[in-house]
């Protein structure tokens, strides 16, 4: 007790003899060695003792200067013996026994919270970095593909406002997907290989060239480009060229012109698809058209059924034309675009099912074939006769 005044009496081994003594009387006590600490030479502490000192807190390192922490090296340095802050008034309260502290910290209160911002953003930056580490190794660890878009196509790839890298990212599984705009290289990461290849297909534009026997090109195309404007909606392909013949800047054979599709590689590979097959339906229509050349022959030689090749069956020998005969001289190149898709192109808008097209164009022929198919030559130079 605070009134109690104690010595030691004796001391035997590890045992200490204590006697107290009280108001009124004295008593003994045997105490080991860890119950005894040494005389404290210091006075008794007063109210004066202490010295007081406060600095008000910046609203922003309120809740940094709750701990006690990062006061250790302002405490060593002012000479404190306490520093904390004050809940009610938010003031930074410095205690100490030597008067010398209220000017220490008043010289090293702003640069003490100076540096308590600087320490706070490095270490926020630290946390930023040691995340982006984590994710870094996560990365590394999962399934990546990278590829390059030519630099005239990064805008399609990129789509308008990022859409297409937004549609990519929203693809389940896929992590991240990083650009290089210097060298237009995209990287994706993904926990699956399926995910990666997916948002690759939203990403990866290109361009590929079909090259089509000139004979065809205009049943290709179609009247007003509706063939192959069909061919363009189908397909999702941004836009097709038709590239003519001023224009090489892809290898092409003789009698053979370049259809050059723009779009993702599946769009393409669909546009591809469609084209050969309008392609072999083409030929087996003109393999059927010489057959029926050949009979109609083999009958003007013996005479019956025949009726002379007109002017326009010596022109189809020569093969498909369209309806204004530009299949056969290409001088110009012609793009036909997408809807909605991409700039808007010359001749976009167009759109039919390339059968009807193709019989249209061949209906007046049909009716041609069969209008006199029993007329000999005798027959006809009399009917001439009679007209003129």
Do not use: W
Request: net charge neutral; aromatic share 6%.
């Amino acid at each position: 007790r605070s009134s109690d005044l104690a010595r030691v009496r004796m001391m035997k081994g590890d045992f200490y003899v204590i006697e107290y003594a009280a108001c009124d009387a004295t008593y003994n006590e045997i105490v080991t060695l860890e119950r005894l600490r040494p005389v404290n030479p210091n006075k008794v502490a007063t109210k004066t003792s202490f010295y007081k000192y406060t600095i008000p807190v910046p609203e922003d390192l309120k809740e940094a200067c709750s701990n006690e922490d990062v006061h250790k090296e302002f405490k060593k340095a002012v000479g404190a013996n306490c520093i904390f802050l004050s809940s009610t008034s938010s003031e930074l309260v410095i205690l100490s026994t030597n008067e010398s502290i209220i000017k220490r910290a008043s010289l090293l209160g702003d640069m003490h919270f100076r540096s308590i911002r600087t320490k706070l953003m490095l270490m926020s930056r630290n946390e930023e970095a040691t995340k982006h580490l984590e994710t870094s190794k996560q990365l590394a660890a999962a399934f990546q593909e990278e590829f390059t878009v030519r630099e005239d196509l990064m805008g399609l790839a990129i789509g308008t406002h990022g859409v297409n890298i937004q549609q990519a990212r929203k693809v389940p599984g896929v992590t991240a997907i990083e650009l290089d705009e210097e060298t237009c290289t995209f990287r994706i990461y993904g926990e699956s290989p399926e995910a990666v290849k997916q948002a690759r297909g939203y990403l990866e534009f290109s361009e590929d060239s079909t090259s089509v026997p000139r004979s065809l090109v205009g049943k290709v195309i179609g009247k007003n480009g509706k063939v192959i404007q069909e061919i363009v909606d189908k397909s999702g392909v941004v836009r097709v060229r038709v590239e003519g013949d001023s224009e090489k800047n892809h290898p092409r054979e003789e009698g053979m012109v370049p259809f050059i599709f723009v779009g993702t590689r599946e769009n393409i590979s669909n546009a591809q698809a469609l084209l050969e097959y309008h392609l072999a339906y083409l030929q087996e229509v003109e393999q059927l058209r010489l057959e029926r050349l050949q009979i109609d022959e083999q009958l003007r030689q013996i005479g019956v059924g025949f009726r002379p090749l007109s002017s326009r069956s010596d022109n189809k020998e020569r093969g498909y034309m369209t309806d204004d005969s530009t299949s056969s001289s290409l001088h110009a190149t012609r793009t036909y675009g997408g809807r909605g898709r991409g700039r808007k192109v010359p001749n976009s808008g167009y759109g039919t099912n390339s059968e009807l097209s193709n019989a249209s164009e061949t209906e007046s022929e049909k009716r041609d074939d069969y209008d006199h198919p029993h007329l000999n030559d005798r027959d006809l130079r009399q009917r001439a006769d009679r007209k003129s």
